[in-house]
């Protein structure tokens, strides 16, 4: 983190992997001890918030553009669930109403990103594992995301909005815009990224930086391309690797913003039943990994403890 006009400015750490790369790291690996923390507990150093410039622990940041993606989209579901309140209040829904249209139109716009992204063979292969409501619900919702949402009323206010404060967006987008175009376009959201989260957890790469060595020639930074392996890493100045240091076993970072997602499916739920839509409630199971990973609960972090296999020989 430099300081830049008395404010916080993230720079991205960056690990380059090339196939030559690949090959002469990989045998520095062989027999190497997988650890818990410090604490003798998993490592959870959660992920960065995009608006807490007084943070500094390092967090893990997106290593990909469809990591980025769910990021974003979890970050523009805490930037909708702000306005519940003033949305549920008939005092102040109107103007709610049109300033939330930003935060929204930014959720679809972040999460049909994503939903493209997972269009691939290997991702529509992995659909094809859900459970059949699932699968039904993911393709349903993300067409109606795709034909109905995107380009909707909450679209238009937006985009008048922007356009210097016109006029027409307090006049006649008042009548054009209605509480279930808002309402329908977050929640549509909300389930897709909800059951983004059932993709297996190498499908979401993540980085986060330690700092640099005293000499200042090299960087350090963590890397984690699958549940629940931490890999720590010496890199030059471009974020090539020179080295593999310790393996440490770290919780899911999707775990965080599956908390954020149960939140914006409460905060959905809560404006579906005050302001009297006719628009459905949503239901969710827990998600759990596809490939079997285990989620984050105490009694699960209880038997991570009592786990001493992954204690060095030493230990």
């Not at 679809?108 to 063979?121: F, R, Y």
């Amino acid at each position: 983190m430099n300081e830049d006009h008395g404010r916080s400015k993230m720079i991205k750490p960056k690990l380059i992997i090339d196939e030559s790369m690949l090959k002469r790291i990989a045998a520095s690996f062989t027999g190497q001890p997988i650890t818990m923390g410090p604490d003798g507990k998993m490592l959870a150093p959660g992920i960065v918030d995009l608006l807490d410039v007084e943070n500094t622990t390092s967090r893990w940041t997106p290593n990909d553009d469809r990591t980025g993606m769910l990021v974003l989209a979890a970050e523009a579901c805490r930037d909708v669930a702000f306005y519940s309140e003033r949305l549920i209040d008939s005092k102040t829904r109107q103007r709610a109403m049109r300033g939330v249209t930003v935060p929204v139109c930014k959720l679809m716009d972040v999460t049909a990103l994503l939903v493209s992204k997972m269009n691939d063979e290997k991702s529509r292969d992995n659909r094809a594992q859900w459970q059949n409501a699932d699968q039904k619900t993911y393709h349903e919702v993300a067409k109606r995301l795709r034909k109905k949402r995107l380009q909707g009323p909450v679209r238009w206010v937006r985009n008048k909005i922007a356009a210097h404060l016109d006029a027409e967006a307090f006049t006649a987008g008042t009548d054009y815009l209605k509480l279930d175009d808002i309402l329908g376009a977050f929640g549509d959201c909300v389930i897709l990224l909800t059951l983004s989260m059932n993709y297996p957890s190498s499908w979401f790469s993540w980085i986060r930086s330690l700092g640099a060595s005293p000499d200042g020639q090299h960087h350090i930074v963590e890397t984690m391309f699958e549940y629940p392996i931490c890999v720590r890493w010496l890199t030059d100045l471009d974020g090539r690797p020179i080295a593999s240091g310790q393996t440490t076993l770290a919780e899911d970072p999707r775990h965080e913003l599956q908390f954020q997602m149960f939140e914006a499916t409460n905060a959905y739920n809560e404006l579906v039943s005050k302001t009297n839509t006719e628009l459905p409630f949503i239901f969710m199971k827990p998600m759990s990994d596809a490939t079997g990973s285990i989620q984050k609960d105490s009694k699960t972090n209880y038997l991570l403890e009592r786990v001493k296999i992954f204690q060095t020989s030493k230990g």
